[in-house]
Nanobody, 123 residues
Framework: QVQLVESGGGLVQPGGSLRLACAASGFSLDYYNIGWFRQLPRKEREGVSCLPKSGSTYYADSVKGRFTISRDNAKNTMYLQMNTLKPEDTAVYYC?????????????????WGRGTQVTVSS
């Protein structure tokens, strides 16, 4: 069964850090473009960061310098390290993988999505 499962979300104070993890099963992440997306209440899902099989890593302007995407092929897991978190980072975060998605746009990631993990940044 092809599956992505996120973990690591929670409540953190402004300026704090969280690391999200996304474990894949049923397929090998190293053959896929991977990405993290988020959705705020009443807003469309947006690309946060994407790491293609080859090419440049993408970061949304709002997270550049604060977030880092990575993958561990041996563990078949992707990560999103989030530092200096701000209240506006509060959202449900999703991981996704696609063999052909050529941009960090949720509309081009079709192969597999996680169910999401809530990140709340609040004092």
């Amino acid at each position: 069964q092809v599956q992505l499962v996120e973990s690591g979300g929670g409540l953190v104070q402004p300026g704090g850090s969280l690391r999200l993890a996304c474990a894949a099963s049923g397929f090998s992440l190293d053959y896929y473009n991977i990405g993290w997306f988020r959705q705020l209440p009443r807003k469309e899902r947006e690309g946060v960061s994407c790491l293609p099989k080859s090419g440049s890593t993408y970061y949304a302007d709002s997270v550049k310098g604060r977030f880092t995407i990575s993958r561990d092929n041996a563990k078949n897991t992707m990560y999103l390290q989030m530092n200096t978190l701000k209240p506006e980072d509060t959202a449900v975060y999703y991981c996704a993988a696609d063999q052909y998605g050529s941009s960090c746009d949720p509309r081009v990631f079709h192969d597999s999505w996680g169910r999401g993990t809530q990140v709340t940044v609040s004092s």
